[in-house]
């Protein structure tokens, strides 16, 4: 995937489409959240090595993995991907170890920062784009993929934007793959839902599949002492439990 690199990007950009206001403005609100979460990110609610973010981890790996293998197929390595929002890069890492070839992956991310960390710690051959998607040409990715990025945006219309840039991107009989909130969060006011209906509408797919997971955080956490068992049983038999959702459509063609 012949993917210019951010030097290359900021000498091209006379034949770009601008923004739309919505969606800059959003993007600034974003860095802005995300300044103030990343230290919470490595060493709260969030930090890596507490038991229920492990168990939410590994959930969200099967769940990935096995939607990845009924759609794509098992074979990543001959997959243009990228990652929307790509954070420090974990989920490109992932794929790596499935398989995945770095030379044909990209990430993209808003902060500077977590950019940096994703580029220091993936493996060579990776592209990091700091910014959206505008520097992609239309049908030049095989899986375009987005881990709890819309419910970040607020603005109707730039979630709108950011989805039809998703698609322009997507080659026809490539797939999108969605992991994000089912519901609100009453604690968080940065954070909205992604409905299933959002979804249908943003994504004209020929094709679908949808699955929910997880454990509300909040029950997940009060239950991280307890048996495994528990979590997975409630998890598994009340599925309005379930906070988050896994989506892949499938571009016509």
């Known amino acids: 995937m012949n993917l210019p690199n951010d030097h290359q990007h900021s000498q091209g950009r006379s034949h770009e489409a601008v923004q739309p206001p919505a969606l800059e403005r959003e993007q600034e609100r974003i860095r802005s959240v995300y300044r103030a979460w990343l230290a919470e990110e490595r060493t709260g609610a969030y930090a890596w090595h507490r038991a229920d973010i492990m168990e939410q981890d590994a959930a969200r790996r099967r769940v990935a993995g096995s939607m990845l293998a009924a759609t794509t197929g098992p074979d990543l390595a001959r997959l243009r991907i990228v990652d929307v929002g790509c954070g420090t890069g974990g989920f490109l890492r992932q794929l790596i170890s499935w398989g995945a070839d770095p030379a044909k992956l990209a990430g993209t991310e808003y902060q500077q ?30 899986l375009v993929v987005a881990n709890t990025v819309f419910s970040s945006i607020m603005d109707p219309s730039a979630r709108a934007a950011l989805a039809a840039d998703m698609w322009r991107v997507l080659a026809p009989g490539g797939w999108c793959m969605l992991f994000d909130f089912r519901y609100d969060n009453p604690r968080n006011p940065n954070v909205r839902k992604v409905s299933r209906a959002e979804l249908e509408a943003w994504f004209p797919a020929s094709g679908q599949h949808y699955r929910s997971l997880l454990l509300a955080p909040p029950i997940g956490r009060r239950l991280v002492h307890a048996p495994r068992l528990v979590g997975e049983l409630l998890a598994a038999l009340v599925p309005p439990l379930r906070s988050h959702f896994m989506y892949m459509g499938r571009k016509p063609g």
């Open 113 to 142: 920062e977590r950019l940096d960390m994703a580029r220091l710690r993936s493996a060579a051959g990776v592209r990091w784009h700091l910014g959206d998607l505008d520097f992609m040409p239309p049908g030049s990715v095989d």
